[in-house]
């Protein structure tokens, strides 16, 4: 530990191959998919070398390692459940049955409609883009925002609504009330 302690890259790879595979075991059963488990364990292990001059105990270190990885892996469900829900509102059949002429259609449009939206967020102020991308794109609400960028809600929300303000300029305005929907889907 001391050795960890002291940033030595040889202490970092003995801890990294005696734990990485208990790591990756832990994550996949809360996240559920081995490649986001292991993803989860390096980052895990790279907030801890990030750290490693607060570790004091071997014990310390692994309650680290676990507490990161839990708390990445419920994040990483909880946003693999977002995207899965919008999937399915995206893409839900409306009634029609699977496979029919319309429902191909319809997925066809709104995947127009999609592309649209993207190539006009893409051409906005990059404060606007990145709020607009991580509400629309990435399903998070406005408070999530605010915490990942590091900006009060406040800021989070005047951006969002001058964003949609320059986006209503370039979109269709079918295309503008899609995002209007979606964006109000996402703060449900």
């Given at each position: 530990?001391?050795?960890?302690?002291?940033?030595?890259?040889?202490?970092?790879?003995?801890?990294?191959?005696?734990?990485?595979?208990?790591l990756c075991y832990f994550s996949r059963q809360i996240a559920g998919e081995q490649g986001a488990a292991?993803?989860?364990?390096?980052?895990?292990?790279?907030?801890?070398?990030?750290?490693?001059?607060?570790?004091?105990?071997?014990?310390?270190?692994?309650?680290?390692?676990?507490?990161?990885?839990?708390?990445?892996?419920?994040?990483?469900?909880?946003?693999?459940?977002?995207?899965?829900?919008?999937?399915?509102?995206?893409?839900?059949?409306?009634?029609?049955?699977?496979?029919?002429?319309?429902?191909?259609?319809?997925?066809?449009?709104?995947?127009?409609?999609?592309?649209?939206?993207?190539?006009?967020?893409?051409?906005?102020?990059?404060?606007?883009?990145?709020?607009?991308?991580?509400?629309?794109?990435?399903?998070?609400?406005?408070?999530?925002?605010?915490?990942?960028?590091?900006?009060?809600?406040?800021?989070?929300?005047?951006?969002?609504?001058?964003?949609?303000?320059?986006?209503?300029?370039?979109?269709?305005?079918?295309?503008?009330?899609?995002v209007l929907l979606l964006l109000h889907h996402n703060s449900l």
């Open positions: 530990m001391e050795a960890f302690k002291m940033g030595d890259g040889q202490a970092f790879k003995a801890l990294f191959t005696r734990y990485y595979q208990p292991e993803e989860i364990a390096v980052d895990s292990f790279l907030k801890a070398w990030q750290r490693h001059k607060e570790f004091e105990t071997l014990p310390a270190l692994k309650a680290f390692l676990y507490i990161a990885a839990r708390n990445a892996s419920l994040d990483h469900l909880k946003k693999e459940r977002r995207r899965q829900r919008r999937e399915e509102r995206w893409h839900g059949d409306l009634g029609e049955v699977e496979g029919s002429s319309n429902t191909l259609l319809n997925r066809i449009i709104k995947t127009e409609v999609l592309q649209e939206i993207r190539q006009a967020i893409a051409l906005l102020p990059r404060h606007y883009e990145q709020v607009l991308d991580l509400s629309f794109n990435q399903g998070l609400k406005s408070k999530e925002i605010a915490g990942k960028l590091g900006i009060p809600l406040s800021t989070v929300d005047s951006r969002k609504t001058r964003g949609l303000d320059l986006l209503k300029k370039l979109l269709s305005d079918k295309s503008f009330l899609t």
